[in-house]
């Protein structure tokens, strides 16, 4: 009887180590973190980088820099990014992050999209991608290139001769304060100066 009862568990532990050991041996991948979106994610000392891609315009030419950033440094960061084809061609788009988060690439947002063209480059592709702050080792990345075929990214696309001028009302009341404030600084720098 004692011998039927130690095989039964013995029995029972090895059917639980062999449905189970997979996880002993192999990495689990629900731990490996990962963009659940297009684009990628990269994080850049204190600046997380959301789902960043590049959208095609109309002409196929020019890219829209589309990404989602937070920044976690409780100060205004700016990151520079070199986007480096696999034939040589290269761009590079410079983007000033305020505290938070600020949502880059949309027509319709506050801040005005920024079009990089990378010779070479074509929608489906991925592009090489360099992350760099002031004072902060450079993190590369492949970007991926997209077009308007997917719904989602339709709004991105911007049309052929796409300009600052073409920013939403939002985006350009910012720089109307900007060159307002701007000037009233010009004037005050001369009356100092003077006295």
């Known amino acids: 009887m004692k011998i039927r009862i130690a095989s039964s568990i013995a029995l029972a532990a090895a059917l639980a180590l062999g449905a189970t050991g997979c996880s002993l041996i192999a990495p689990q991948g629900t ?20 789902n960043i891609l590049l959208i095609a315009d109309e002409t196929g030419e ?19 990014l070199s986007f480096v084809a696999a034939d040589g061609g290269r761009a590079n ?13 949309n ?6 999209p920024v ?11 991925t592009v090489t991608t360099y992350f760099q702050l002031a004072d902060a080792p450079e993190v590369q990345h492949d ?30 009341k910012i720089v109307a304060e900007d060159d307002e ?9 001369i009356e100092e100066s003077a006295n």
């Open 31 to 50: 731990t490996v973190p990962y963009a659940p979106s297009d684009g990628r994610d990269v994080n850049v000392e204190g600046i997380d980088v959301r």
């Open 62 to 80: 020019n890219f829209n820099v589309v990404f989602t950033a937070v920044n976690r440094t409780g100060a205004e960061q700016d990151i520079a």
């Open 93 to 105: 788009a410079k983007f000033t992050v305020p505290t938070g988060t600020t949502k880059f690439g």
């Open 107 to 112: 027509p319709d947002g506050e801040v005005a």
């Open 115 to 125: 079009l990089v063209s990378v010779p070479g480059l074509t929608a489906g592709a």
């Open 143 to 172: 970007v991926p290139v997209l077009d308007g075929t997917l719904v989602e990214y339709r709004d991105y696309v911007l049309p052929a001769g796409f300009s600052t001028e073409d920013a939403s009302p939002a985006e350009k």
């Open 181 to 189: 404030a701007m000037q009233s600084k010009i004037g005050d720098d």
